[in-house]
């Protein structure tokens, strides 16, 4: 694995020193063309987001959910992969954050002290910080695509649920070319918790279409997180009735007023390891990678003309007024 390739940050003015102080008198200055200014290694913040796509396009990816649905480990799960390999048909491409990825993924390893893979939690901050991974379809290397994820702490969003005027705080989700909204599928086991993780999901799609950060434009994923934690148990057929019953009133609530709206199973880190790191992340990155046009807005598809004069508009012209 290398680093990004830097071709694409503005270069800082030359200064003399690496902390910007004024070279000693008789030091020989290195060309201008030398000094390349490299990326910190961890998460962009909006600001950085928006430099970077100044130089390089990029898919920005939102994931949404309430505090411990899985998130963040749904990211570190598909660093975890490319440090094995090539990952659902890519190979890693580069990174501007791969300090972030590492101290994301520290608390899984054997390092890190603990008997079971963790995650640290992502703490709240104004602004949602953003992963860069870069990947290249392994079938055609230069066919690169940029992936900007966004993360966020899950109480952000809880407390946006109930009061849809922060949404257009969340500019993570205005920007995104895919919305990723998470079950949690360990509230799911959970009887005492299941309706109330529904609910949650189905409260925070109302508030971002309330609140201005969904339309008729968005791509919206619904992923239901932690799958090893539903599957094999004694109420299977239940869980996947109840998981049909929530996917049908979502589409019939919401599917209208968006533009797609699809739904996906993850395990992303499974620590009985029945099912692989990244189980079912493969499908939602080949997704992401896949360059695509934003549906239309319906509005902007002109309605079936109804009568003789609105007819006209549509009528080619007669050759002899061209
Ligand atoms: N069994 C199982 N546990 C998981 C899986 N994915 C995440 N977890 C666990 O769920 C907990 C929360 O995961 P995070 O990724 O930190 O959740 P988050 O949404 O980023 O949470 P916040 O940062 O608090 O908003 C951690 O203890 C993870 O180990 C999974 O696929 N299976
Ligand atoms: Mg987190």
Known sequence: MTSEANDDVPLAEPTGQPDGSPAPAGAIAPPADDRVELPSGEA??????????????????????????????????????????????????GSRSLLAFERII?????????????????????????????????????????????????????????????VSGFLEIQKADRVVVLLD?????????????VQ?????????????????????????TKMDLLAGGDDDAETSQLLTSFRDDLTSAFGAR?????????????????????????????EWNTPRELPKLRSDVAPEPTDEFDRLAFRPRPARWS
Do not use: C
Request: without cysteine.
């Open 106 to 166: 520290h608390d899984s390893r054997v390092d890190s002290g603990r008997a079971v893979a963790d995650t640290h939690r992502t703490s709240r901050s104004e602004t949602a910080s953003f992963l860069h991974l870069a990947t290249a379809a392994a079938s055609a290397p230069s066919q690169r695509v940029d992936l900007m994820i966004s993360d966020r702490a899950g109480e952000d969003y809880a407390d946006a649920r109930g009061i849809s005027s922060l």
């Open 258 to 286: 968006l533009g797609e709206l699809t739904y996906w199973e993850v395990a992303a880190r499974d620590p009985l390891g029945k099912f692989e790191l990244a189980h079912g992340v493969d499908a939602l990155l080949m």
């Open 185 to 197: 599928g360990a509230r799911i086991r959970n009887r005492v918790e299941r309706a109330e993780a």
């Open 200 to 224: 949650a999901v189905r409260q925070m799609i109302r508030a971002l279409l309330d609140g201005g950060a969904l339309s008729e434009r968005s791509v919206v994923q619904v992923v239901t």
């Open 44 to 93: 962009l913040s909006p600001v950085e987001l928006d430099e970077f796509l100044r130089f390089r396009s990029a898919t920005i990816v939102s994931l949404i959910g309430e505090r411990s649905s899985g998130k963040t480990t749904l990211i570190a799960s598909i660093y975890g992969r490319f440090l094995k390999g090539p990952f659902a048909g890519r190979l890693f491409a």
